[in-house]
């Protein structure tokens, strides 16, 4: 799965175990789950490590807003109480062509949330190529019947087509779903209908029609085929669900986008008040989609790095082997070698990035070792190993890590 740790390194418990970890006391141990670890996997958005790194403009802006109060929910106008969500629905409307927009936990509560209001103790209609599961805990027809709506599967795992939603359609039928399938691809005779023909379909019939886009992609040159947020928006989807720390680049949120009058029933959901966001992710997002709104998105980290070309990446990766030459350990050997990135955690499925990497092993240990060792440098460094070498990727670094690289590997064989 995208989201996995690549084979051959465990990130869950198993930095936490291996030899070299014996003395550390349990508090410090509980402490290496909350620094800074270098991602070299080539997966650009990491679930296990975090998904998306904030730009740092945004905790500027943090430290500014969260060391005071804020008019969180306080109308500074009518100097009267005022509503939280109100601080990005402008920003939302402004970056989707949305009217409406609110913003909850996560993706899975945006679902939640969705489908209790419109669809509780009513059929919701999806393909069966769709039931997606991601990560370990999100499976979406569990996710479906928890809402209290029920699930109707049309068509198969690779074929559906417009007549099996047509026929599934009765009187309990509360909206059509589609689901973007964010983490895989499925190839060979694979069909659907075009986006638009079920969304005209949902309409003819008087029901809502909802996407789970998943990703938060509002950039539009790289696209994997399946609509923006803002396409879909166009497209006549009335409710578009998203996450905020996948491709957008921002805070772990769940963005629900699309017609006021439905925006407005989400609102008025008691689920609504369990599920919504405090002010550092109300303020970490401002941030980000202003970045957006600026057109500045190609700052943001994850989007600079998929769009960094091989020549940036190749020199990543000599300034890690020049410093690996200045060790001076004739133990290590390394290499600069082509590789492929992606993008992961549940975006732009199947889009490879040609990467470069560089490739390390030092003699006397085994590349298991050396991974080991690596993920308990000063700075843990996660990479690859494929075959005797612990291959580290270039384009998930973010900037100045090439030096904590050339450091971790020195200490490594220290
Ligand atoms: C990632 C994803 C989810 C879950 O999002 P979380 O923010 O992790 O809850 C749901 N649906 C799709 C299509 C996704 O890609």
Redesign the pocket.
């Known amino acids: 799965m995208g989201t996995g740790v690549p084979s051959g390194l465990q990130i869950h418990g198993g930095a936490l175990e291996g030899s070299q970890v014996g003395s550390i006391p349990t508090h410090s141990l509980h402490f290496l789950n909350m620094k800074r670890v270098i991602n070299a996997t080539g997966i650009l958005i990491h679930t296990n490590l975090g998904r998306s790194p904030l730009p740092k403009e945004v905790i500027r802006r943090l430290e500014e807003t969260t060391t005071a109060y804020i008019p969180l929910e306080y109308d500074l106008k009518e100097g009267e109480r005022g509503r939280r969500d109100t601080i990005i629905e402008g920003l939302l409307e402004e970056l989707t062509g949305a009217e409406a927009g609110i913003v909850v936990n996560?993706?899975?509560?945006g679902?939640l949330l969705t489908l209790n209001t419109i669809a509780g103790g009513r059929e919701v209609i999806i393909s069966r190529g769709e039931l997606?599961e991601?990560g370990e805990s999100?499976r979406l027809p569990e996710v479906i019947a928890s809402s209290g709506a029920i699930l109707r599967v049309v068509g198969s795992i690779n074929q559906t087509t417009i007549d099996d939603y047509r026929g599934a359609i009765g009187e309990n039928t509360a909206l059509i779903m589609v689901?973007?399938r964010?983490?895989f691809t499925v190839e060979g005779q694979v069909s659907s209908p075009d986006f638009v023909e079920i969304v005209k379909l949902a309409h003819s019939k008087g029901l809502p029609f909802v996407y789970?886009?998943?990703?938060g992609r509002l950039i539009e040159h790289i696209t994997d085929g399946a609509p923006s947020l803002r396409e879909a928006i166009q497209l006549g989807a009335d409710l578009v669900l998203s996450?905020g720390?996948?491709l957008l680049g921002g805070p772990?949120a769940?963005l629900i986008l699309g017609r006021r009058d439905y925006v407005m029933r989400l609102r008025k959901n008691h689920l609504f008040r369990a599920l919504r966001v405090d002010k550092l992710t109300y303020i970490a997002l401002r941030g980000v989609l202003e970045v957006y709104v600026k057109s500045r998105e190609s700052e943001l980290p994850v989007i600079k790095n998929i769009e960094m070309n091989t020549q940036e990446l190749k020199k990543r990766a000599q300034r890690v082997v020049r410093g690996l030459k200045k060790i001076g350990q004739k133990s290590v050997i390394c290499e600069i070698v082509d590789s492929i990135a992606e993008v992961g955690g549940?975006s732009l499925p199947g889009i490879p990035l040609k990467s470069v990497a560089v490739k390390v092993r030092v003699e006397g240990i085994n590349a298991h070792q050396l991974a080991g060792r690596l993920r308990l440098a000063d700075t843990p460094i996660i990479g690859r190993i494929e075959g005797e070498w612990v291959v580290m990727d270039m384009r998930s670094l973010l900037e100045g890590e090439e030096a904590m690289i050339v450091k971790g590997i020195r200490r490594a064989v220290d």
């Open positions: 996560n993706n899975a509560a679902l997606i991601l999100f689901c973007h964010s983490n789970d886009e998943g990703s996450s720390d996948k772990q769940g549940g």
